[in-house]
């Protein structure tokens, strides 16, 4: 079974092969940070993490950091990076990072999650899945909720 927890200092280092992995994958080459990098500006100081763990083995990894929407005078967050390892796609990962991420948020007085179409749309192809359509939602707190076309999700 897998679970989604906040990453923490002490997952440094299969942060830092997630890291690896995804930039080869995804990029075509390698990983330019470092972990002490991680140490001095993740885990809450800069950005946040989520993991995908089966066991032992953090397999998914979901970063964010803090947002805010000028335009509707609303804080939330942006999605830096998502990748699910090759082998523990199709399972719905990559959806249940973005779900996990959203609540920490919304649970934080955030009103939505963005991401670069490039990062959210391979994120959740590599589960097997596919991008949300851009369409209108229900209404949240009194404000209309909806997937824009800047690629935010109203929480």
């Given at each position: 079974?897998?679970?989604?927890?906040?990453a923490?200092?002490?997952?440094?280092?299969?942060?830092?092969?997630?890291?690896?992995?995804?930039?080869?994958?995804?990029?075509?080459?390698?990983?330019?940070?470092s972990?002490?990098?991680?140490?001095?500006?993740?885990?809450g100081?800069?950005?946040?993490?989520?993991?995908?763990?089966?066991?032992?083995?953090?397999?998914?990894?979901?970063?964010?950091?803090?947002?805010?929407?000028?335009?509707?005078?609303?804080?939330?967050?942006?999605?830096?990076?998502?990748?699910?390892?090759?082998?523990?796609?199709?399972?719905?990962?990559?959806?249940?990072?973005?779900?996990?991420?959203?609540?920490?948020?919304?649970?934080?007085?955030?009103?939505?999650?963005?991401?670069?179409?490039?990062?959210?749309?391979?994120?959740?192809?590599?589960?097997?899945?596919?991008?949300?359509?851009?369409?209108?939602?229900?209404?949240?707190?009194?404000?209309?909720?909806?997937?824009?076309?800047?690629?935010?999700?109203?929480?």
């Amino acid at each position: 079974m897998y679970i989604i927890r906040e990453a923490s200092p002490a997952d440094v280092h299969p942060v830092a092969a997630l890291l690896r992995q995804y930039m080869l994958e995804t990029y075509d080459h390698a990983w330019r940070g470092s972990v002490n990098a991680l140490l001095q500006d993740g885990f809450g100081t800069r950005f946040r993490a989520l993991v995908a763990v089966l066991a032992d083995d953090s397999v998914g990894l979901l970063a964010w950091e803090k947002s805010y929407d000028l335009h509707h005078c609303l804080s939330g967050g942006h999605v830096l990076d998502l990748y699910v390892a090759p082998r523990h796609r199709a399972r719905g990962i990559a959806v249940q990072l973005i779900a996990t991420a959203a609540g920490i948020i919304h649970s934080e007085g955030g009103a939505f999650i963005k991401g670069e179409p490039s990062t959210v749309a391979r994120g959740l192809a590599c589960t097997g899945g596919s991008p949300p359509r851009l369409a209108t939602t229900t209404s949240w707190a009194g404000k209309r909720s909806a997937i824009w076309p800047h690629n935010r999700i109203c929480l």
